[in-house]
């Protein structure tokens, strides 16, 4: 569980990066992530199931499209709370 006091560590900067990248999109695929953060695919899906067990990002899934990523309010705070989200 995410606490307040959570949000005074920081992330690696992968991490950081893709809440970021998400912040400024709507949802993006794994795949988008990866091309444009320059990082393989495998790569960028672990960064994103940790930021998930730490409530901050949310993957949906359809069977009419491929998975996609958002960020969710924990994630905003993070960045809020770091100065990296005006």
């Given at each position: ?27 993006l ?15 960028s ?34 960045l ?7």
């Open positions: 569980m995410q606490t307040e006091n959570s949000h005074n560590e920081y992330l690696d900067n992968v991490k950081e990066k893709i809440l970021i990248l998400l912040s400024q999109h709507e949802e695929e794994p795949e988008e992530i990866s091309r444009l953060l320059g990082i393989g695919v495998q790569f899906l672990f960064h994103l199931e940790d930021l998930k067990k730490s409530n901050m990002t949310m993957d949906y899934h359809s069977s009419e499209r491929p998975t996609y990523w958002k960020i969710i309010q924990n994630g905003r705070a993070y809020v709370h770091h100065g990296m989200l005006s």
